[in-house]
């Protein structure tokens, strides 16, 4: 709506992050742990900010940005695909909710094996 009044839209989709707010469900924190058997890529939040900021600036600087109104698109759903960093989620083969127990079970398994950086050996 906005975009076909001529004003720049920026709409752009962020990868799956580490937020301490997703860290904190302990299921979704398996979850993500598990995620990388089925190649989907979970971002550290430093990294999802510093990307997302930079596709912001692009779409408010470019004008061959989606986000500009006078670049035309074949379908309005093309403004969230173009700068769209799904972490591998769009092009997974699985459906990702059919495997979500199995990938925070995974998750579980991974992080107990993971040497512990905070315990020193005596």
Excluded at 106 to 118: A, I, M, N, Y
């Amino acid at each position: 709506m906005v975009r076909k009044s001529g004003q720049r839209t920026s709409a752009n989709v962020a990868p799956p992050s580490m937020t301490k707010s997703v860290t904190s469900n302990r299921a979704f924190a398996a979850a993500y742990a598990g995620a990388r058997h089925y190649g989907v890529e979970i971002f550290a939040p430093e990294t999802t900010n510093a990307l997302m900021g930079t596709l912001l600036v692009y779409d408010l600087c470019s004008n061959s940005s989606v986000a500009n109104p006078e670049v035309p698109l074949s379908n309005p759903l093309e403004l969230f695909m173009s700068g769209a960093n799904h972490g591998g989620l769009w092009r997974s083969p699985l459906k990702i909710r059919s495997v979500l127990e199995i990938a925070a079970l995974r998750g579980v398994v991974s992080e107990s094996l993971r040497p512990r950086r905070d315990i020193v050996p005596p």
